[in-house]
């Protein structure tokens, strides 16, 4: 049986591909506890490189998620909305506003002409390329973009 440990199984996507000894192994040792971490990040995104490497470097253990091929859910996206609200934000702050698809789609003309947040939700839901990263959300609070001391407060 090869080899597992805690963050192995929280850089997983799908729990389903680790052998079920494992993960009752690492159940059984309290290890799994430390999930609330998410970074959906772009694997091309020296951003999100830096970010992932400031978490690495602190040890602080988190779920890694490929946010093209699986964007945060509309519920994250409200979730990470309050957060951002909570801070002065709109749902604009949602946006990678220098992305190609965001020029291609025209979104901030959309945005102008009256764009609504369940809108915005919905069409972030779908496409991950639109979204600002990497975003962190975290069992209490979320951010998005890398600022490495707000991430310092919100990663336990």
Same mark, same amino acid.
């Given at each position: 049986?090869?080899?597992?440990?805690?963050?192995?199984?929280?850089?997983?996507?799908?729990?389903?591909?680790?052998?079920?000894?494992?993960?009752?192994?690492?159940?059984?040792? #309290? @290890?799994?506890?430390?999930?609330? =971490?998410?970074?959906?990040?772009? *694997? !091309?995104?020296? &951003?999100?490189?830096? /970010?992932?490497?400031?978490?690495?470097?602190?040890?602080?253990?988190?779920?890694?998620?490929?946010?093209?091929?699986?964007?945060?859910?509309?519920?994250?996206?409200?979730?990470?909305?309050?957060?951002?609200?909570?801070?002065?934000?709109?749902?604009?702050?949602?946006?990678?506003?220098? #992305? @190609?698809?965001?020029?291609?789609? =025209?979104?901030?003309?959309?945005? *102008? !002409?009256?764009? &609504?947040?369940?809108? /915005?939700?919905?069409?972030?839901?779908?496409?991950?390329?639109?979204?600002?990263?990497?975003?962190?959300?975290?069992?209490?609070?979320?951010?998005?973009?890398?600022?490495?001391?707000?991430?310092?407060?919100?990663?336990?």
């Amino acid at each position: 049986m090869p080899e597992f440990d805690a963050k192995h199984v929280l850089n997983q996507r799908r729990i389903s591909a680790i052998p079920k000894e494992v993960l009752v192994r690492l159940l059984l040792a #309290g @290890q799994t506890s430390d999930m609330a =971490n998410k970074v959906y990040e772009y *694997k !091309n995104c020296s &951003t999100c490189q830096k /970010a992932l490497k400031f978490l690495d470097a602190k040890k602080k253990t988190y779920e890694r998620i490929p946010i093209v091929e699986q964007p945060p859910t509309a519920a994250e996206l409200k979730k990470m909305l309050g957060y951002l609200k909570a801070d002065g934000g709109t749902f604009k702050n949602l946006f990678n506003t220098s #992305g @190609q698809q965001y020029r291609e789609l =025209n979104i901030s003309e959309k945005i *102008k !002409n009256g764009m &609504t947040e369940e809108q /915005a939700i919905s069409l972030l839901a779908k496409n991950g390329k639109l979204i600002k990263r990497p975003f962190l959300l975290t069992e209490n609070s979320g951010t998005v973009g890398f600022k490495p001391d707000i991430w310092s407060k919100l990663v336990k």
